[in-house]
Structures are given as C-alpha cells and as structure tokens.
C-alpha cells in the first residue's frame, strides 16, 4: 500500500541514480543475492541482542530488493530465473526474520510466530495465484497485485518487533490479521473482476 505512494519518489532520489552507477560493476542476480544475504544477517544479530545491527541489515536487504529490479531492466537481463531467485530470496528473508523473532523467547512467541508464517504463506499463495491467471501489464516479468499489506509495511511491523520486543504480542497479531486481510481482498477483487469479465460478451451479444 505505501509503495503506491512513495515508491516514485523513493524510485527515482534513492535508487535510480545508483542503479545507473551499480549497473556497470554487478549483476542483477548478484544483487539479489547480497539482498538474502543481508536478510539472513538479521538471524544471528537478533540472537545476539545487537537490534540496530539487526534494524541496519533489514534496511539493507529492502533496498538492495528493490534495487535488483532497476538494475536488471537498465542492463536488459529481466529474466525468468532472476524473478524466480528474487521470490524466493524474498519469502527466504521473510522466514529467517520470523524464526528470529521467535527464537527470541521460544515458549511465548510459539504461536504468534506461527501465525505470522501461515499468514504470510497464505498471502504468497494468494498472491501467486492472481499473478499467474492475470495478464501482465506492468514492468515487472509478471503481474503483480498490490495489497493492503507489502514488503515495505512487513519490514516497518519487522523493525517495531525487533526494536520494540515488549510490544512483539500487539505486533505480531496485528501483522497476522493484516497479511490474512490482504489476501482475502486479493482474492475477493480478482473474482470479481473475472466474473466482470467473463459477463462481457454475453452483454454485448445480448445489445
């Protein structure tokens, strides 16, 4: 939801021109893989009680993600295995934080961490879904699907647990119920614009 409205801005003050300058030393894939590297970082840091380590290497890992794309579009490498490696590293980093947070306090984050996953797997797969059965019409190597709930507003309730731990319960519920809420309106508007569809023709036989 909030890349809808900073991610112009964001794209064009804080990635483009590096992009431009990144594009002449690494590839895309690479980036991606610094990216999940970075992501996985968060692990130990957290285990370690260093958050800002922690919060710094989550930052890094959401820029280097969005920075992989630009690159790959700026050296015409789009391709099917780096939009696949880039969903995996994606769930990947998503899943190493989750466990980090729950490896925090084992006996009392049990559940809510495990809400957190079936949350965001259901999400994924909502996700997948639309982008397979809806036509591409973006920049992006297939159709994606805006939701209430993005990397950018995971990464934001990611950073309040780990920096705000006394707060994980609140956190942690709410991410829950905002990742199952957006892939029920996922879902709910690609019905309904496939049952629009679908009674497109039959309107326009019966005229």
């Known amino acids: ?3 809808n409205y900073f991610r112009p801005q964001y794209q064009k003050f804080l990635v483009n021109f590096f992009a431009k300058w990144c594009s002449q ?9 610094l990216s999940c590297l970075f992501g996985i970082s968060i692990l130990p840091s957290i285990l370690f009680h260093q958050n800002w380590l922690a919060i ?3 930052l890094l890992s959401g820029y280097l993600d969005t920075l992989d794309g630009t690159i790959a ?3 015409h490498k789009t391709s099917n295995i780096g939009t696949a490696l880039d969903i995996l590293s994606d769930r990947l980093v998503e899943a190493v934080i989750i466990i980090s947070l729950f490896l925090v306090d084992p006996t009392h984050r049990g559940l809510l ?8 797997l259901v999400c994924v797969t909502s996700f997948l879904i639309v982008g397979i059965f809806t036509p591409n019409d973006s920049q992006k190597s297939f159709h994606y699907s805006p939701g209430l709930m993005e ?3 995971a990464f934001i309730f990611f950073g309040g647990m780990i920096l705000f731990p006394s707060m994980f319960v609140e956190f942690a519920i709410l991410f829950s119920i905002l990742v199952m809420l957006t892939a ?3 879902l709910y508007q690609f019905a309904f614009s496939t049952v629009k569809a679908s009674a497109l023709p039959s309107a326009r036989n019966n005229s």
């Open 25 to 33: 030393y690494i590839t895309p894939n690479k980036v991606t893989l």
């Open 1 to 3: 939801m909030l890349e």
């Open 184 to 186: 029920g309106i996922r």
């Open 56 to 58: 710094i290497f989550l």
């Open 151 to 153: 990397r950018a507003e």
């Open 73 to 75: 579009r700026l050296q």
């Open 113 to 120: 961490a495990l809400c957190m996953l079936s949350s965001v």
